[in-house]
């Protein structure tokens, strides 16, 4: 048990050194600025201020049956216009989710005095931001689609995201072997492939705002990726989508057992009961329902 608490305590200790360190060089925020964005109120927080929703919500958004359809208008109606990016990505294993909390990492293009002002006392590159990471983290990177030169990982680093996560990758920028990295499970969007290090790029920020195509992606957004697109939610809302979707689901299941029974008109069920009686049954099962699917 000491041995175990030493090491859990080291490597909080790494995690906070790695990150003064990225602090004192590039551009990101400090908890307190994260902490007054409103999407994140009330959520627990990182100690590099990041909210982080739950992982038993993440857990819920990963084995329930939704889709980037059936959140989009609850984000939109929040006032979130723009949260979704479905256009030009091509999907690492398409068949897998991919759920997490968004770690943001932003590139921008070389020039000599930027370099000088960003790398004036240590290299930064991918692996600063790369050993940064947590379980449950996605890593967001801003590489302004770039192609070639413009590759976040191969397959060695890439496994090690995915070991050290269990999540994913959201690439505006290329990866490489592909076969490899596919073999693991991992599921990624990214916008190509180009056998070649990662050059002509300078990293300037982490977890700071970044565009991802037509996105702002804040830190500790969720992330939800599947054949579709990808969903950033604010942090926010994402309980609440999980448990409105799971009341819907049971409504739907409720109704489908009531046409089972074959007494019943679909008008008497279907949009919402008329019998009072009814109404109050299929509260009940909406409510048990929900109850059964508490963590």
Known sequence: MRRNAWQAAAAACCLLLNAQTARAQLWT?????????????GLERFPDGRPKVADAVLARLRDMDIAIEDM?????AAGYTSQFEGERWK????????????FTVQFMPSRPDLTAMLDGRARLRNQTAIDMLQAGDVAVVDLFGKHEGGTFVGDKLA??????????????????YLRNIEKTGMPAFYRGTHPSSLTGAT??????????????????????G???GIL???????????TDFEATQARFEWIKKKFDEG?????????????????????????????????
């Open 29 to 41: 925020l400090s908890p307190a600025e994260l902490a007054k964005a409103n999407s994140g109120a």
């Open 91 to 102: 999907v690492l294993n398409p068949q897998k989710k991919l759920v997490g909390r968004a």
């Open 226 to 228: 599947d054949r579709d």
């Open 203 to 224: 990293l300037t920020g982490i977890n700071i705002p970044i565009r991802i195509g037509g996105v702002t992606v804040m830190p500790g957004d969720v992330v939800f």
């Open 263 to 295: 007494k019943w008109k679909s008008s008497d069920i279907y949009g919402r009961p008329r019998d009072p009686a009814l109404v109050k049954e299929m509260e009940e099962y909406i409510r048990n329902r929900q109850q059964n699917r508490q963590p």
């Open 232 to 242: 950033f939610i604010p942090p926010g809302l994402a309980g609440k989508i999980v």
């Open 159 to 176: 496994y090690y995201v995915w070991k050290t996560t269990g999540t994913g990758m959201v690439i505006d920028g290329s990866m490489f």
């Open 72 to 76: 989009i208008g609850q984000i939109r």
